[in-house]
Nanobody, 113 residues
Framework: VQLVESGGGLVQPGGSLRLSCSAS????????MKWHREAPGKQRELVAA???????DYADSVKGRFTISRDNAKNMVYLQMNSLKPEDTAVYYC????????WGRGTQVTVSS
């Protein structure tokens, strides 16, 4: 099982980033996929989730700004982040649960002027 996140970086407030997560080694298309984030000194929190059928759910703090999507043919899940704020600064992790949680190594997103 492998999850590899990419697409993070430094962006100014109000900017956009698109995170990608490449998945392998499991039945990707059958599972709900999630994005979490962990900011310095804070607990890891759920940002967005997408079911195998494409139903999405978001944390209140990102609703209307972030969009999660998936491509089952490519075993990819994405997080489009718009109107970024400094409080979105965190390491973002791709995740799924199959008996236990599986995590990627994360990608750093820094929102700063």
């Amino acid at each position: 099982v492998q999850l590899v996140e990419s697409g993070g970086g430094l962006v100014q407030p109000g900017g956009s980033l698109r995170l990608s997560c490449s998945a392998s080694g499991f039945m990707f298309r059958l599972l709900t996929m999630k994005w979490h984030r962990e900011a310095p000194g804070k607990q890891r929190e759920l940002v967005a989730a997408i079911t195998n059928g494409g139903k999405t759910d978001y944390a209140d703090s990102v609703k209307g700004r972030f969009t999660i999507s998936r491509d089952n043919a490519k075993n990819m899940v994405y997080l489009q982040m718009n109107s970024l704020k400094p409080e979105d600064t965190a390491v973002y992790y791709c995740n799924f649960n199959l008996g236990r949680d599986y995590w990627g190594r994360g990608t750093q997103v820094t929102v700063s002027s």
